[in-house]
């Protein structure tokens, strides 16, 4: 018998929608990044990119445990000396609440070529409404 390998030919990809109101965001962040890796998959191939696009509405509604409101910090730097940025994650929140999920995704996700073409099936929007309805996402239910 041999061992099973996908390719881009045998692989099939589904759409998520995944609703973050109330959701931790490490607990939601790890569930999406096993999706987007195709981990729960029994095709799963680790050299190939077999996850499914998952598609995260209400960003701004995502929950945070214990002082990180306050404490926990997002960098960010442009390149130039002294150029670094900062903001708490209620800063950040309010300007842009997508790279929070976004960041706490890519931080879970293997630090390569594939990982970062992985990244890219995640659409993270602020508010409940997406423009991926003609895929015909599917309601992805997160475990807590």
Not at 38 to 60: L, M, S
Not at 75 to 97: A, D, I, V
Not at 124 to 132: E, K, L, N, Q, S
């Amino acid at each position: 018998m041999k061992t099973y390998v996908a390719n881009s030919e045998t692989r099939e990809r589904a759409w998520y929608v995944v609703d973050a109101n109330g959701q931790t965001l490490g607990r939601l962040a790890t569930q999406i990044s096993e999706h987007l890796r195709g981990k729960r998959k029994p095709e799963y191939t680790p050299h190939v990119d077999t996850g499914d696009f998952v598609v995260v509405v209400n960003a701004e509604k995502i929950a945070v445990t214990g002082k990180k409101r306050t404490d926990k910090l997002y960098h960010r730097h442009s390149g130039y000396p002294g150029g670094l940025y900062t903001r708490t994650f209620e800063e950040q929140l309010e300007k842009r609440p997508e790279e929070i999920i976004r960041k706490a995704v890519k931080g879970m996700m293997p630090k390569n070529r594939l990982a970062r073409k992985q990244l890219t099936k995640l659409k993270i929007y602020a508010g409940p409404d997406h423009p991926h309805v003609a895929q015909k996402p599917q309601s992805l239910e997160i475990t807590t």
